[in-house]
């Protein structure tokens, strides 16, 4: 009887964890557009609205997410952002090229992830849920080919913003962003300021760019005036727990922050208290690390984020 009993428990057990398993293989292909409004900026500015892509992990023969990604295009953004990771394998150029390729045709500007250097070496699945999964390998790391993926973009008009300061005007508002190369991996070094110099009486929104949201680079960004700060990285945790949310972030950010619109250092959306906390939006991207390729209770997504004036 007692035997009999237990069987039946690792039987419900067994079927129990394939079946979510099974969701959580297909959840990683759910992608979903998320809208999102920010009011910050300045009073009298028009509108803008910025696609913002993060953490395509792309790998050779995924096309359900090459087209969902080049569909996103017919939202005609004034701009759009890559906070970098597109890489999940060092032959998925081809592939990345074409997702991104309708893109291309709207103004840019990208940071790049660990995962556009280094190619993914197997790490067991059970590390992504350490709160810092860097790992040291003895095998020799696989260089991808970055500056080809680069030049593939800066040709087309986007800019890179890895560690350097540049301007674009958006709807007549002038947008001076400040960029980091990737925390993760120690290539952020803060470009030296100040901006550039905006025409006299014209409208700016200052926007920090970032891969990994390491407390540092925010804390970097918020000094320097930044109003809106934008990142990746985090997956959103990849595997939530529905009420309880993110179980890391892969960096050294606070779970309650790894995905959706927040302040830093304090408070926003929108607020009491912390007067001056710049706006952050942590993108919970569009892919998986090649290795954990599931995804719970955190759809994979990109964001069109429409800018308003503040108040
Ligand atoms: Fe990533």
Redesign the pocket.
């Known amino acids: 009887m007692a035997k009999s009993i237990l069987l039946n428990t690792v039987a419900v057990g067994t079927a129990t964890a394939a079946a979510g398993l099974g969701y959580a293989l297909l959840e990683a292909q759910a992608y979903v557009l998320r809208r999102v409004t920010v009011p910050v900026l300045p009073s009298g500015a028009q509108p803008i609205r910025i696609l913002h892509i ?2 395509l ?1 792309m790998i050779p023969g995924q096309a359900k997410k090459v087209e969902w990604v080049r569909e996103l295009a017919s939202l005609n953004p004034d701009f759009v952002i890559n906070t ?2 597109n890489f999940a394998d060092v032959d998925a150029l081809p592939v990345i090229t074409k997702a991104l390729e309708p893109l291309l045709d709207i103004p840019g500007a990208f940071v790049m ?1 660990s ?1 556009d250097y280094y190619g993914p070496r197997f790490k067991s699945p059970a590390r992504y849920l350490l709160p810092d999964s860097r790992i040291k390998h003895k095998s020799e790391p696989v260089h991808l080919p970055t500056a080809a993926f680069a030049r593939h973009m800066t040709e087309r008009g986007w800019l890179d913003l890895s560690n350097t300061r540049a301007q674009v005007t958006l709807a007549g508002t002038v947008i001076s962003f400040a960029g980091l190369d990737d925390p993760h991996i120690d290539l952020d070094v803060y470009p030296a300021g100040p901006d550039a110099q905006v025409p006299e009486g014209a409208l700016e929104l200052k926007v920090g760019v970032v891969h990994a949201p390491y407390t540092r680079a925010l804390d970097q960004f918020h000094q320097d005036d930044r109003a809106l700060i934008i990142a ?2 985090t ?1 959103g945790g990849q595997l939530c727990l529905p009420g309880y949310g993110a179980l890391v972030t892969n960096c050294d950010l606070d779970r309650k922050r790894a995905k959706g619109l927040h302040g830093w250092p304090g408070a926003r959306p929108d607020q009491v208290g912390g007067e001056d906390s710049s706006w952050l939006y942590v993108s919970a ?1 569009l ?1 998986t ?1 090649k290795y954990t390729p599931v995804r719970f209770a955190c759809r994979p997504e990109a964001t069109l984020m429409t800018l308003v004036p503040k108040g």
Do not use: L, R, W
Request: charged share 15%; net charge negative.
């Open positions: 993060s953490d992990h970098g990771d992830g995962n990746g990285h997956h991207g892919g690390a």
